[in-house]
């Protein structure tokens, strides 16, 4: 098995942020660009987890490290965001 081939997940932080995503589909035309553009990056980084810019360690909220246990965080720029 080679890393193209692993499954990868994408989780949301919490269900509420999940819900108004999908709901987000069903939306005016400017939501459902964004919905697009989610589902892009959640495909995006399906594909490759490390994609988008790597955030240094001493800029990470000290709350994403408390309530997510994170060690490492990566941005993603949507399009027109």
């Known amino acids: 098995m080679t890393a193209h081939d692993k499954t990868r997940e994408v989780a949301f932080a919490n269900e509420n942020l999940k819900k108004e995503y999908l709901r987000l589909k069903e939306s005016n035309s400017e939501d459902r660009r964004l919905y697009f553009f ?3 990056a959640i495909d995006d980084l399906k594909k490759n987890p490390l994609c988008g810019a790597r955030v240094p360690e001493k800029l990470i909220p ?3 490290v408390n309530k997510y246990g994170i060690n490492n965080l990566w941005k993603y720029d949507l399009p027109n965001a």
């Open 38 to 40: 989610i589902t892009r």
């Open 62 to 64: 000290k709350s994403y």
